[in-house]
């Protein structure tokens, strides 16, 4: 996926200052948020991460899905039968699917909580995720033009 496409046709391509509501977060991971975060070239826009401190343990990444325009939550360093149960949360995995809460300043902003069976939860909060999208108008741009004129006789 070429970003200069994405970005003319309108799709999210990166996100700026990314924020975290933290309630709760598990001492064993520190947070990234990132800002100036850009679309990779796979399609893919990454928004933040739980990085482990421990090698043992799974790590998280926040990325956008254009497509149902929704946060979602991928673990990484998982065995495949972890990451199928984190996908569709069950067996004590939760997280994959965030939810957006209304937000009187219309950002992005979502309910995150993450769960594995080895910690518990991992993370409770909320994420905004300010997204940059761009509309390229120069083409379908055009300007129209209508005049009238009156023609006064002057008496003798």
């Known amino acids: ?89 069950v067996g004590g995995y939760k997280g994959h699917h965030t939810r957006r809460i209304p937000d009187s300043k219309d ?3 979502f309910e995150v909580l993450i769960e594995i069976p080895l910690l518990g939860t991992v993370f409770r909060g909320r994420i905004i995720a300010p997204l940059h999208r761009k509309l390229d108008l120069s083409e379908s741009l055009g300007l129209a033009e209508d005049s009238q004129s009156t023609i006064k006789r002057q008496k003798d």
Not at 40 to 66: C, H, I, M, N, Q
Not at 67 to 79: F, H, M, R
Request: hydrophobic letters at 35%; proline letters at 3%.
């Open 1 to 89: 996926m070429d970003p200069k496409e994405v970005i003319r046709d309108g799709r999210a391509f990166g996100v700026n200052k990314v924020e975290a509501e933290v309630d709760y977060k598990s001492k064993d991971y520190d947070l990234e948020c990132y800002s100036g975060g850009e679309i990779t070239k796979t399609g893919r826009l990454y928004v933040a991460a739980l990085k482990p401190k421990r090698e043992s343990l799974p790590e998280f990444v926040f990325r956008w899905d254009e497509k149902t325009e929704i946060l979602k939550v991928y673990i990484l360093n998982a065995s495949k039968n972890a990451e199928r149960k984190f996908k569709n949360e």
């Open 107 to 109: 950002r992005k902003l």
